[in-house]
């Protein structure tokens, strides 16, 4: 019988340093991106699109930020648009996002469709 109970209390530790090491060795990278509506008036519709998936707000006031966790998949540009007070569409292309890079990055909504990314990332693996 003892050894038995040997048997399975070393399988059960076998299995739970097999899970310690499998935690330990997953690295989840994230991005966490702010976007700021400095436009002056209210935006609506507003959609950032990133590699791999988007994200957005039914509207954002003026001066509002916007806080957005995003993990990315793959490598493109990321892209801002947003439908301004007169209803103008407006779509801003901004840096380019890596696969496995991780930080933040700030997006500040500006007048007249315009729009400043300040990134402050981990350069690309």
């Not at 299995?15 to 310690?20: D, I, Q, S, Y």
């Not at 436009?39 to 001066?63: K, N, W």
């Amino acid at each position: 019988m003892k050894h038995s109970v040997r048997k399975r209390t070393a399988s059960w530790m076998a299995f739970v340093l097999f899970c310690a090491i499998t935690l330990c060795a997953c690295k989840s990278y994230h991005i966490d991106v702010t976007v700021t509506n400095n436009t002056g008036s209210a935006i609506s519709l507003l959609e950032v699109d990133y590699p791999s998936a988007s994200f957005g707000a039914d509207t954002l006031a003026a001066g509002a930020n916007f806080h957005y966790l995003i993990q990315t998949r793959g490598s493109s540009p990321l892209k801002v648009q947003y439908t301004a007070a007169n209803g103008r569409q407006v779509q801003i292309a901004g840096p380019t996002l890596y696969e496995k890079q991780e930080g933040k990055i700030e997006v500040v909504l500006l007048p007249d469709g315009k729009a400043e990314f300040h990134p402050s990332m981990t350069s690309p693996h």
